[in-house]
């Protein structure tokens, strides 16, 4: 199969193109001269279920919709494009519009970059101690972009990430003198967008035998078998990719597909199973993950069908999110009770081979946040809490509560039961501060 991909400038020669109701493409037009869009063919023949496409998941997954903007977003864009030819002028109001959208959140741009001979790492980014990310440049883009993307500011241009191939060196020497790093993730955009060629000489300076880092786990994290599962089997380079990872694997070291899943209607086709098939046969792990978004997948049955076959197809359930606060996020967001409820629904209707999984979780400023469940303790409804991960590794595991608000769809608007403030606001992330990086005081979301 031979990948094609559409966006704007040419999404109207889509063959199921004339299915959509003139309004829909209105929409799609004027919402992705803001937030990005980008689909493929795979997508388009083998996931939408083209009939009922205003209510299939997985269109609603790739292409954007209207309330995706607020209406006064929506009417500004519209109308720039629609009465101003001046492409200029037009880019002004959708960057405009983009920066009331929090484009990078969780202090993912200031407070996460680890600095080595007192150069800034831009392009990694070290929050919890085990686990540097890494955004390899030639990485970042996806096989098509979700309309819920965290990401998204980094795929219209307001955000970039610079990461040259000599950074690879840095950040070897980085892991060289952090032996409390584990873990490396790959991730992006989506790394295995890359072709074999470029992708390999990213990965095997961090192989071992190359380097005296403590790198036990490399992780990627990747929608690519959502997206693209033929990567791995038509593909030009699958085969060597195959071999890449029977190699890595073979040196003991734990290489996890962190593969993102949104729907259980991508695990159904013959493509994507094959292409699980093969890379566990290369002893490669996969775990799996998604956000839980209104319009998509905010249902518990789909959870536990989906956790149920990623079991059967060899994936391991890891992380339920909840969307973060950035982008589309009023029209995905599901309130934090009702995320608990479609978590705590779901994982009560599989078994325990399926109960890997952890969730809902917020990625927030000071750590993975986790949704326990809601509760009353003397009198006063609550909300339970943990952190899954911490900025501060003491935090971890440690329940904590905050006032029940039906209304909360993000950690920034939660407020503490029975203190005044969280217990972690109180130390302003001097743990970081002190072992890896200069941050200011910083406030949450
Ligand atoms: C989720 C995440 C990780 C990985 O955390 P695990 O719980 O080990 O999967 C690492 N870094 C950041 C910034 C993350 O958000
Ligand atoms: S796969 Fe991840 S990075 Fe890519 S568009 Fe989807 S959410 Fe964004």
Redesign the pocket.
Same mark, same amino acid.
């Given at each position: 199969m031979k990948y094609k991909s559409y966006t704007l400038s040419n999404y109207s020669t889509i063959p199921q193109i004339n299915k959509l109701s003139k309004e829909s493409k209105r929409n799609i037009e004027t919402v992705s001269s803001v937030l990005p869009f980008k689909v493929n063919n795979y997508v388009i023949d083998e996931l939408i279920d083209w009939d009922s496409y205003e209510n299939d998941p997985i269109f609603n997954l790739t292409f954007p919709q209207k309330e995706m903007l607020l209406p006064h977003h929506f009417d500004e864009i519209a109308a720039a494009l629609e009465q101003s030819t001046d492409k200029k002028y037009q880019k002004e109001v959708s960057n405009k519009i983009r920066l009331q959208l929090n484009p990078s959140p @969780?202090g993912?741009k200031e407070h996460?970059i680890p600095v080595i001979d007192k150069v800034k790492l831009y392009g990694v =980014?070290? !929050?919890?101690r085990?686990? @540097? &990310?890494f955004f390899p440049s030639a990485g970042q883009t996806c096989h098509s972009y979700c309309t819920y993307c965290f990401r998204w500011a980094q795929f219209v241009g307001m955000e970039t990430l610079k990461f040259a191939m000599k950074e690879t060196e840095l950040m070897v020497k980085y892991l060289e003198k952090h032996q409390e790093v584990t873990?490396l &993730?790959f991730t992006g955009g989506d790394p295995m967008t890359m072709s074999y060629k470029v992708f390999k000489k990213y990965i095997v300076p961090f192989i071992s035998g190359h380097n005296k880092t403590n790198i036990q786990t490399i *992780?990627i994290g990747t929608k690519v078998l959502s997206y693209w599962p033929y990567k791995f089997l038509t593909d030009n380079d699958a085969e060597d990719f195959l071999r890449l990872f029977e190699t890595i694997t073979s040196k003991g070291i734990n290489l996890a597909f962190?593969a993102h899943f949104t729907h259980s209607i991508e695990l159904k086709t013959e493509a994507v199973k094959r292409s699980i098939q093969k890379l566990r046969n290369t002893g490669v792990q996969i *775990?799996t993950?998604s956000p839980v978004v209104k319009h998509i997948n905010d249902n518990p049955e789909v959870w536990s069908e989906m956790w149920r076959e990623q079991v059967n197809l060899n994936c391991i359930p890891?992380?339920m999110f909840i969307a973060r606060n950035t982008g589309a996020q009023h029209f995905f967001a599901v309130p934090l009770f009702k995320a608990w409820e479609i978590f705590r629904k779901a994982y009560q209707n599989v078994s325990g081979v399926c109960r890997t999984v952890?969730g809902p /979780?917020m /990625?927030c400023t000071p750590g !993975?946040v986790q949704i326990l469940g809601v509760s009353e303790i003397n009198q006063e409804k609550v909300f339970v809490l943990r952190f899954? =991960?911490g900025r501060n590794p003491d935090w971890v595991a440690s329940p904590f509560f905050a006032k029940y608000d039906e209304d909360a769809i993000w950690m920034n608007t939660l407020k503490p039961a029975f203190e005044k403030k969280f217990f972690f606001e109180k130390e302003e992330f001097k743990y970081f501060r002190e072992n890896y990086y200069d941050s200011e005081r910083v406030s949450f979301e």
């Open positions: @969780a993912q996460n =980014q070290h !929050k919890y085990e686990t @540097a &990310l873990d &993730l *992780r962190m *775990r993950q890891y992380y952890r /979780s /990625s !993975k899954i =991960q």
